[in-house]
Every structure is written in C-alpha cells, then in structure tokens.
C-alpha cells in the first residue's frame, strides 16, 4: 500500500520560508518511476496543483502562482519529495498535499481522482 506523508508545514510570516517533505513508501516499482506532484487546497476553495518533477529529478513544472518563488526536488535514494517554499504570502495559506502523478490537462485541474495516490496533508499558514 503506498503512503505518503508529509511534514515541515507551519505557521509563518509573509516574506518568510517554509520547506515541506513528503517521505514515500510501499510503491509497486521503485520510486523514480513515478511522477511526483505538490496539490494544495485552501479552506473554501478548490483544489490547485502547485508543480510536479519527472521521477529523475531532472524536470519540473510550476503553477503560474507559484513560479519563481518555490522549488520542488526529489531524493531519490531516501524516497522523499520536497517543496521549498520562499517569499511566502497570505495567499498561499492552505494545506499541502504530496501525490502522485504529474501535471493535470485544465479539465481535470480540480479534480483529486487525477491524482492516484495522497498523503493527509500539511498545513502552510502564512499570517502576521
């Protein structure tokens, strides 16, 4: 059975950083076969993907919103996702899911079955 679990999320100050992990286990294949993805959900608002990285580590995409600001990387040897996260704004207050599969086609972008497999979830509050 895959899991997922994420951790690092926290309550911070505009401007400020944050670096999320996700730690990996019980994948079918090894983990470098898979597609690796940050979702996240604010509280009232739909589902927004926030960028993806090939099993390599070599490519990765970013959602308009969070581009230049957060870098997501990959280790593979210890199986485990991360999402740093700079100049952080009040806007990117929500929970930060680890999933897998990559980017979603714009029909499907708020859509959580395109993503096969997640974890429960870390909290990002940004706040003064």
């Known amino acids: 059975e895959v899991q997922l679990v994420e951790s690092g999320g926290g309550l911070v100050q505009p401007g400020g950083s944050l670096t999320l992990s996700c730690a990996a286990a019980?994948?079918?294949?090894?983990?470098?076969?898979?597609?690796m993805s940050w979702v996240r959900q604010a509280t009232g608002k739909e589902l927004e993907w926030v960028s993806s990285?090939?099993?390599?580590?070599?490519?990765?995409n970013y959602a308009d919103s969070v581009k230049g600001r957060f870098t997501i990387s990959r280790d593979n040897a210890k199986n485990t996702l991360y999402l740093q996260l700079n100049g952080l704004k009040t806007e990117d207050t929500a929970m930060y899911y680890c999933?897998?599969?990559?980017?979603?086609?714009?029909?499907?972008?708020?859509?959580?079955?395109?993503?096969?497999?997640w974890g429960q979830g870390t909290q990002v509050t940004v706040s003064s």
């Open positions: 990285i090939n099993g390599g580590g070599g490519v990765a």
């Open positions: 019980g994948f079918s294949s090894p983990f470098t076969t898979y597609i």
């Open positions: 999933a897998t599969g990559g980017r979603p086609p714009a029909a499907l972008a708020t859509n959580r079955a395109w993503w096969p497999h």
